[in-house]
């Protein structure tokens, strides 16, 4: 009881110092492993103190697929040229303020939501270095007549990117990486993705030559992995569970030491 009347104590004493100050988004952020995860303007993100690469997850990437088979990404080109979408970051002075808390007791669980049509919301669960991403998406018309939806998350192109069956994916020139930093503010389009290649195991792997830690992103049930190595994307696939007016789909990352922990369960 003691011991419960000091921890509340010392909340109370740093809330009354975190209210005087008004944090920007991404002095909120959970660590997970070696990486830190926080949201931005663009959606979450996955990076290290350095701050020399974003992994990001971000309706920007995603797409979802007709009946046809076709993907369509949700935000087009134009939709992000003009600004139109707002994201609920900076609205709320006070769960801004408790975010800021919650990072500092190590309880934060990043989110954002882009406003419009549709109306994309990005929540993190975390459990220790586990993360579950929850997508969920509202708003939005051609939800009728969606087969299947595509939930990314974007690499370094320089980065190893190899599947549990040991399977190399991705290791690009220098050239041709430096092509595609110079452009990657540049949204892939509005139109179809055709260059989206099926993974054929239920993990891969995102190896930095120049950060610590591993990204593993795994695939559950009916979910399968997919990587765009034009876009460097990787993407869980799957069906999202659908209820009136909204879907809602997933995606599952750890964050890994070394390689000695890829074979773990």
Known sequence: MRNLFIFLALVGIIGVGVWGIKPSFDESYAQVGHFRLSAFPIGLA?????????YNISPYNDYYVDSLGRRYTFITKDDVIYGRFKTDLGEGLLKDRLDYLLTLFGRASPSITFRDSPQLSYRAQINDREIV????????????????????????????????NKNLYSLKSEQEALAWELNKFDPPTDLVLPTWEEVAADKIFILSPTLT??????AGGEQKLLINRTYCLVAVEETPFKTEGEIM???????LDNLGQINEK
């Open 249 to 255: 789909d997933s995606m599952r990352i750890k964050i």
């Open 213 to 218: 830690g591993i990204i593993q992103i795994s």
């Open 46 to 54: 996955f990076y290290q103190q350095d701050r020399s690469f974003f």
């Open 133 to 164: 991403i929850t997508r969920q998406i509202s708003n939005y018309s051609p939800l009728d007549n969606l087969a299947s939806a595509g939930l990314t998350l974007g690499y370094d192109c320089r980065d190893f990117v190899f599947d549990s």
